[in-house]
């Protein structure tokens, strides 16, 4: 059992950056696939980025790339998702998730994931 719990959010004028942080319990962090999603109102949930258990792998949204940086930390069992030159359609709640299993191709199918955050609101602003 894996459970997470993301900090980091709140409001940034556009251009802006945020530093988004997700720590995981559970002494099997390091096995863990993890990625970030977002959720703008009225809109279904988007990948944003992920990384493989290692930290080696990485695979970031064509909407954020170059903007958003992940990263994780297994000693502090915590993963980062770095935001900066935020635009006004970054707007969103973000989450954290885990998977144990999955491929590069799927890293941004929600479905893989097996367990997730409640959620962080980022709002920009102009």
């Known amino acids: 059992q894996v459970q997470l719990v993301e900090s980091g959010g709140g409001s940034a004028q556009a251009g802006g950056s945020l530093r988004l942080s997700c720590a995981a319990s559970?002494?099997?962090?390091?096995?863990?696939?993890m990625g970030w999603f977002r959720q703008a109102p009225g809109k279904e949930r988007e990948f944003v980025a992920a990384v493989n258990w290692s930290g080696g792998t990485t695979v970031t949204a064509a909407s954020v790339q170059g903007r958003f940086t992940i990263s994780r930390d297994s000693a502090k069992n915590t993963v980062y998702l770095q935001m900066n030159s935020l635009k006004l359609e970054d707007t969103a709640v973000y989450y954290c998730a885990a998977r144990l299993s999955g491929s590069r191709s799927d890293y941004g199918v929600s479905s893989t994931y097996n367990y997730w955050g409640q959620g962080t609101q980022v709002t920009v602003s102009s």
């Open positions: 559970g002494r099997t962090f390091g096995s863990y696939g």
